[in-house]
């Protein structure tokens, strides 16, 4: 088993590397030489933050030297999301305020969409231009024809701005492209969902599963910091997936599933807890509904069953049926994160939660815990008004379970059909890549062609910028306050965003767009405050602290209000479900049409001479986001594509070897992506890190670097219990020179 210090020294070595990657910065002032004098040069003040670069948001310090310049992001030791060390993400958001490709002015376009014609306005012609536009829109086809997709803490002012308008059009793609079949299986099964961060209690556990939850990789720092602490306390980590993962090589066990089959291993280890009485009785009876069908469901989804499918021996599904079973109720199997795979993937989740549940581990140590959060005020605003057309309409009676708007049902809803016009005519795009972060690319830029206006605000052009009508620049997370991070915890805590330096150019922060806009859309009253420091003090007022008081300490931290974050022992719990209890027979999925219980049912498989497309993240990139910032592309630059030795040899594919990618639509990738042969993928899959070969010239480091994994992404296979988009249903096979590429295109 390896050392905590062996699991987390990939983080120790990003970070590492993010300080030697600042020398393309002249880390230290000109000028100052030696290392005490550098050292007071870097350590000249700092101002607090919370990172942007991922939704875990640590709390750090930004430290600045004497001339102002940003030189280092730290962690706050009073966090509980870092526990005062940030990931390489973190440690390189320096790179996004230096980018020298950052969007600083806003821009108006020139040309048609498509054509990258653009030219400089003012913040006064942008923002008239933008009220125009928008009111037109609103008046002539009602407000939920304006629709808005947001990810980052600026999209909470645009959201506000379109609540008032009487929009509830408002998508997080993080929900159908991520998060999504996780949240809504959880609810159904405990009233609940696992949140962000999740309510894991992974430093406690015995035993942790991780089926396709890549920990080490997708850099949620409290996960890895907590698994490090219990891969030193004897846990047992068993990693369910087709690639061996980083995570996979700390594991006793890994479990190299078939791809899409992970339900039909799931229902195999279900039913070895029932059959063999392996659950946590006492807390079944007292706190689930419906055991006996459950039983009778998987009665014959056996190991045996279950290695026909999956691959996996009957007899490693047993042993990691026992290991589970021996950690009750410390154990978790995870939830994950994205899990938008291949269409079932609600009910997939649902299994998972089901195991949970006959384990006892929610409410438990070592399981899952209560979050608790601290309830900020809401700055006085009047009511917002009734939606009278919702983003439900466009899809009468579908994704009833869903609890967010699902943003692939805008896309589609801005798109003509026979017999019917669009329904959303314009878009606000806050802080998401939508060209490459919702699959099928040519279909969201189809949607975007029949749009009669759209907006983006980001800080660096990307792909969505090269498609919008304005690009306001909005300056990087160093540079603004913002809300305080109020994300429920073990205990409840704030934290404070305050800028470090003043924004770049003349970007500016989403707060200050948004209440312009409201200004001139006659919605002022919905936007209080002038300035957002204004608001910020008012809200830390009311709850006995103050703006000063946050300046200094950054983070603050409260005693829970609800006692312990675990049951007590034999403890009446009413769930949030319909039986008041925890579902393993889900009554809402049944109300709704859905199997109340999970089944296996077959997945394609792969054409010949194609292999499924699996990908994945890095620890130093988030998506696209960060590939042109220059001290993390120095840890990365460029995907590679995963091959086994096998699909290589008949391929006389070797390492390093470019290769452009087609898929089963006839796809073709518009970069090539160099091959790496290894061991740690079966020979049915390839691999890729998610993020790479942008189109956009402007991001002078990420141009053309790698493929991209969304442009392979053709076929969507929607979830119908909630909508999300499987992206695990693609096929591809090789190119290997640019003359075959060029006759296959």
């Not at 009665?299 to 996996?312: D, K, L, R, S, V």
Request: charged share 25%.
């Amino acid at each position: 088993m390896a050392t905590r210090r062996q699991f987390i020294r990939i983080s120790a070595m990003g970070a590492g590397a993010v300080a030697a990657g600042l020398g393309g910065y002249k880390l230290f002032a000109s000028g100052v030489n030696g290392g005490e004098n550098a050292a007071k040069a870097v350590m000249a003040s700092r101002t607090p933050t919370y990172c942007e670069i991922c939704f875990w948001k640590c709390a750090g310090w930004v430290h600045t030297d004497e001339t102002g310049r940003i030189k280092k992001i730290t962690g706050n030791d009073e966090d509980q999301h870092s526990s005062g060390r940030l990931c390489p993400r973190g440690t390189g958001g320096v790179g996004m305020y230096y980018d020298e490709a950052r969007l600083t002015r806003p821009l108006i376009r020139t040309e048609e969409r498509g054509a990258q014609s653009f030219r400089e306005a003012t913040w006064e012609e942008a923002l008239d231009y933008i009220a125009e536009k928008t009111k037109a829109v609103a008046e002539k086809y009602g407000a939920g024809s304006l629709a808005l997709f947001n990810h980052g803490s600026g999209g909470k002012y645009f959201t506000d701005l379109f609540k008032a308008l009487g929009s509830d059009s408002i998508a997080a793609p993080s929900f159908a492209q991520c998060r999504g079949p996780r949240d809504t299986a959880f609810i159904a099964t405990f009233g609940e969902q696992p949140g962000s961060p999740e309510n894991t209690d992974i430093r406690d556990t015995r035993c942790l599963v991780l089926i396709g939850s890549h920990i080490g990789e997708n850099m949620h720092n409290g996960q890895v910091q907590e698994m490090s602490d219990a891969i030193d306390n004897g846990a047992t980590i068993i990693t369910v997936d087709p690639r061996f993962s980083t995570a996979a090589g700390k594991s006793k066990y890994w479990l190299p599933v078939k791809p899409a089959t992970d339900i039909a291993l799931l229902l195999a280890w279900i039913h070895e807890i029932v059959y063999n009485n392996y659950y946590d009785r006492q807390y079944v009876e007292k706190y689930c509904y419906g055991l006996e069908e459950l039983k009778s469901h998987v009665a014959g989804f056996t190991p045996e069953w279950a290695y026909g499918i999956t691959t996996i021996n009957p007899n490693l599904i047993r042993e990691t049926a026992r290991e589970m079973a021996n950690a009750s109720p410390s154990v978790i199997i995870h939830p994950g994160r994205h899990v938008t795979w291949y269409g079932d993937d609600t009910q997939r989740l649902r299994a998972v939660a089901i195991l949970n549940a006959l384990l006892g581990s929610w409410g438990r140590r070592g399981g899952f815990f209560s979050l608790e959060g601290k309830d900020l005020p809401s700055y006085p605003h009047p009511e917002f008004p009734k939606v009278t057309k919702s983003w439900r309409d466009w899809n009468p009676g579908k994704y009833n379970l869903a609890d967010s708007p699902v943003s692939n049902v805008l896309v589609d809803a801005s798109i003509p059909e026979p017999g019917r016009d669009a329904m959303i005519k314009a878009w606000f795009v806050y802080g998401t890549n939508l060209p490459l972060t919702i699959p099928d690319t040519e279909h969201t830029i189809k949607a975007i062609q029949n749009l009669d206006f759209i907006v983006a605000i980001d800080t660096m052009p990307m792909e969505i910028t090269g498609w919008a009508d304005v690009v306001l620049p909005e300056c990087t997370y160093l540079e603004r306050y913002d809300v305080l991070r109020a994300s429920p915890h073990r205990k409840p805590a704030i934290a404070l965003r305050m800028p470090a330096r003043e924004p770049l150019g003349e970007s500016k922060p989403a707060y200050w767009m948004a209440r312009e806009l409201a200004l001139r859309l006659g919605k002022q009253d919905y936007f209080h405050f002038e300035k957002l420091e204004e608001m910020l003090d008012w809200q830390l007022l009311k709850v006995g602290s103050s703006l000063e008081e946050m300046k200094k300490i950054g983070v603050k931290t409260w005693e829970r209000e609800t006692g312990s974050p675990y049951f007590a022992d034999g403890e009446d719990i009413e769930f949030n479900t319909n039986t008041g209890k925890i579902e393993l027979y889900s009554t809402s999925l049944e109300n709704e049409g859905f199997d109340p219980m999970p089944s296996y049912t077959p997945h394609p498989e792969p054409p010949e001479g194609y292999y499924r497309l699996i990908y994945g993240r890095a620890p130093m990139h988030t998506f696209s986001r960060t590939s042109n910032n220059a001290n993390l592309f120095d840890l990365m630059d460029e995907n590679t594509l995963w091959v086994n030795p096998r699909v290589a040899k008949e391929w006389g594919l070797s390492n390093g070897q470019p290769v452009y990618l087609k898929n089963q639509d006839d796809i073709l990738s518009d970069f090539p992506i160099k091959v790496r042969v290894t061991e740690r993928i079966r020979w049915d899959s390839v691999y890729m890190v998610h993020g790479f070969g942008h189109r956009d010239k402007k991001l002078t480091r990420a141009y053309g670097r790698g493929a991209s994994d969304t442009q392979m992404i053709t076929n969507v296979i929607v979830d119908p219990v909630m909508g999300g988009t499987g992206m695990r249903g693609n096929f591809v096979t090789f190119i290997t020179d640019i003359k075959d590429k060029e006759a296959a295109s």
